[in-house]
């Protein structure tokens, strides 16, 4: 092959991966997006469906709810993952899709609690449900096809993506917030205005679909001649419950300060720090651009010095300092010290994270890897996911406004305990630094 033809051919296969990448993150992105606009909008959809006597009572309804899609993550791993761990990556993710637009629907659609009463809340937490269910696999398939394809001594980079399309979804979300906030007034914005980032994620599903469909199975997969059952696949679990028990401990690190940095900003921005809708949103999207950037960066770099030291400094980094910059930013809330705080915690967040998903898939067992991936990542965010309404429970009981930089110490000390397990040997250090 000539020099020429031979550049022109790598330069279409780089072109095709490229691609790839983006087909198999498109629908992650939309399960955050859902997720997100959640999350922003938890005062406005907490006098929509949980009125109440108290502000605080109506709010921690509302977060609970959030929360809520987290408990079903767990159930939706088991059955989703060895559904895909049997039937392939293609078709799992195809399907999580169409379960997580119902969901989207759903809420969106339904009226409030002045229209159809106790109907209302209800049917906002199955709705909720069913975007749980679906997402319990979605980070988890994704993450394992992205590995699958990923060119030698490049999965940490391609791995990272996984999260990178989630912080597409996070600036994607606070920027619709920043324009509504532009264009309608406060009162309209509680009455109507937060359905309108709903019905926008609803309006991208078909595009989704569309350019999903378009994936090939992995040629790993395909290679693979025994195809796990579901039997086989829940006495791996049992088995492998140690690697397991340790993603989670990883996991419970990235989610809590995820949820925190993003979904829970605007909330705490505006109910604790009494700052403005539109300065929170502001800072969000400014997070989102940091996660996005520092996640490819702490990929790439596990890919050249291992995942156990970024780990390892990161887990470190964010015990010491979280608290202490939470606390930095209460004792004198300003947009200004927002955004730095934030910053920072984006930085530890993206650089920890970075590493932790290229980790998680390669310390789980090949024939179980989606399953195993996912029922780590998603007994973690059972934690994780109610970091909003445990922050609040938090700052309500103690009176300490910078409680939430405690909890993400607390979350950053188990992803620190479960690091030093899973890389406790030479062994397992060498089989989980590059592949």
């Known amino acids: 092959m000539s020099t020429a033809s031979h550049a022109s051919h790598a330069s279409s296969t780089e072109e095709s991966k490229v691609r790839t990448v983006f087909r198999v993150v498109s629908g992650n992105f939309l399960e955050m997006y859902d997720f997100m606009v959640y999350g922003y909008y938890a005062s406005a959809i907490a006098k929509t469906y949980f009125p109440g006597g108290s502000e605080f009572a109506s709010l921690m309804l509302s977060l609970s709810v959030f929360g809520a899609g987290f408990l079903m993550r767990p159930l939706g791993a088991i059955v989703l993952g060895a559904y ?16 997580m637009a119902l969901g989207t629907l759903t809420v969106a659609a339904i009226p409030g609690y002045a229209t159809i009463g106790i ?24 993450s394992v096809y992205l590995s699958e394809i990923a060119t030698k001594g490049h999965k940490g980079f391609y791995c990272s993506w996984q999260s990178g399309s989630q912080q597409v979804a996070v600036v994607f979300a606070a920027l619709i917030g920043v324009l509504l906030n532009k264009l309608l007034p406060a009162d ?31 040629d790993e997969f395909l290679a693979r001649k025994h195809r ?25 690190m990235t989610t809590v300060s995820f949820y925190m940095i993003t979904a829970y900003t605007p909330t705490f921005g505006k109910e604790v720090l009494k700052l403005s809708s539109l300065d929170t949103l502001v800072v969000t999207v400014c997070i989102g651009l940091s996660n996005l950037i520092w996640l490819p960066l702490a990929g790439a770099l596990s890919d050249r010095i291992g995942r156990r030291p970024v780990l390892l400094t990161f887990t470190i980094l964010t015990i ?26 984006s930085f530890l967040y993206g650089s920890y994270n970075g590493a932790m998903v290229v980790a998680l898939t390669e310390v789980m067992p090949a024939a179980v890897r989606t399953a195993g991936f996912s029922l780590a990542y998603s007994l973690a965010t059972t934690i994780g996911g109610f970091t909003p309404a445990i922050s609040t429970l938090l700052i309500h009981t103690t009176g300490n406004k910078a409680a939430p930089g405690l909890w993400m110490a607390v979350a950053a000390v188990c992803g620190l305990i479960a690091t030093l397990v899973l890389y406790r040997t030479p062994e397992a250090r060498n089989q989980y630094r590059t592949a």
């Open 84 to 99: 895909i761990d049997h039937h392939g990556r293609r078709k799992g993710l195809i399907l999580t899709l169409g379960l």
């Open 188 to 218: 309209q914005m509680t009455a109507w205005g937060w359905r309108v980032p709903f019905l926008i994620g609803c309006l991208i599903v078909p595009f989704l679909f569309l350019i999903r469909r378009s994936l090939k199975e992995t």
């Open 228 to 252: 796990p059952s579901m039997g086989e696949i829940m006495k791996s679990m049992v088995q492998n419950w140690g690697v397991v028990l340790g993603g989670m401990g990883m996991v419970i």
């Open 320 to 345: 010491l300092t979280s608290y202490p910059a939470v606390l930095w930013l209460v004792a004198d809330p300003s947009f200004g010290r927002l955004l730095t705080v934030e910053l920072w915690l």
């Open 119 to 142: 109907l209302a809340p209800v049917l906002v937490l199955l709705g909720r449900l069913l975007q749980g269910f679906s997402a319990g696999v979605e980070l988890g398939g994704v």
